[in-house]
């Protein structure tokens, strides 16, 4: 059966629902499954990827193969990581003659990707891709950026309030603690929106397609990191607070901040959210001296 056959399959929902019958398998809410029907968006994050017959791809959460499918036209080798046991027998079927996929059963969250990728992937490029599971995008997101992995660039689908968090510019409203900490490993921005009623269940949110492509050097270097997000949490863990006062709440001692904002030269009346990543960065190089 070819390739060009089966893969409209993997969105027909009387097929899908016949495949997971036939394997007992019934939608988990604490894993947040919802599988894409949409037979038009999995190739346009294929596309946006980067992936190339040269590259790899790392996915995390294939369910039921419909984006590693995708995926696997268009890159030399996907790696597919699935953390229900349940699906690798769905996958074997769904993923019948795809040579160049691998899947791996684990927590991404647990697992060496760093030695992963290094195996896996050899010599090759790689980039991520996924469709992750709304609850726990966040932790997903921050975790591969802070590992440095070898990635070029992570192109994920999330709840749609996310993804404008996560790209949303500095200094506004929409901006919290993690779209500082994003812009300042990647550059984000968000590619298309995805309606609800793509997936299998539906959820009760849209979906928003982003990338975030990789910077090999931090935007504005600091002496050292953990001082630098200690200071954006607090900040903005208190946002209607100045940010001298969340800071100080934080265990600061109140001239230091003093001498740390005026060599900054940040206003002890400014909230967290005035803040670019530069200053935040100038005050934790202050506050580190």
Do not use: W
Not at 13 to 18: A, K, N, S
Not at 116 to 133: Q, Y
């Amino acid at each position: 059966m070819s390739n060009g056959y089966q893969a409209p399959r993997l969105t027909d929902i009387g097929y899908i629902r016949d495949v997971l019958e036939r394997h007992g398998f019934h939608f988990s809410k604490k894993l947040g499954q919802n599988f894409l029907i949409n037979p038009s968006v999995c190739p346009r994050m294929a596309e946006a990827c980067g992936a190339t017959p040269e590259s790899g791809v790392l996915e995390i959460g294939p369910g039921i193969g419909v984006l590693t499918r995708e995926l696997a036209r268009c890159a030399g080798k996907v790696v597919a990581i699935e953390l229900d046991d349940r699906l690798p027998p769905v996958l074997a079927e769904t993923l019948a003659g795809q040579d160049n996929v691998e899947i791996v059963q684990g927590d991404c969250l647990k697992l060496d990707l760093a030695a992963l990728i290094a195996e896996k992937f050899g010599d090759r490029e790689v980039s991520v891709c996924a469709n992750l599971p709304y609850y726990i995008t966040s932790p997903i997101i921050m975790s591969l950026l802070e590992s440095r992995l070898p990635v070029t660039s992570i192109t994920v689908m999330v709840q749609k309030e996310a993804a404008q968090r996560l790209c949303a510019q500095v200094g506004t409203r929409e901006a919290g603690a993690v779209t500082l900490a994003v812009q300042y490993y990647a550059e984000a921005e968000t590619l298309f929106i995805v309606s609800r009623g793509s997936f299998l269940p539906a959820p009760n949110v849209d979906s928003a397609v982003i990338r975030l492509t990789v910077r090999r050097q931090p935007p504005c270097p600091v002496r050292d990191e953990k001082v630098l997000f200690r200071l954006i949490r607090a900040g903005f863990g208190q946002r209607r607070k100045t940010l001298l006062n969340s800071l100080g709440s934080a265990g600061y001692g109140k001239d230091m901040l003093a001498a740390a904002f005026a060599a900054a030269g940040v206003s002890p009346t400014a909230r967290a959210e005035q803040l670019t990543l530069s200053q935040f960065a100038a005050l934790a190089d202050a506050l580190t001296e």
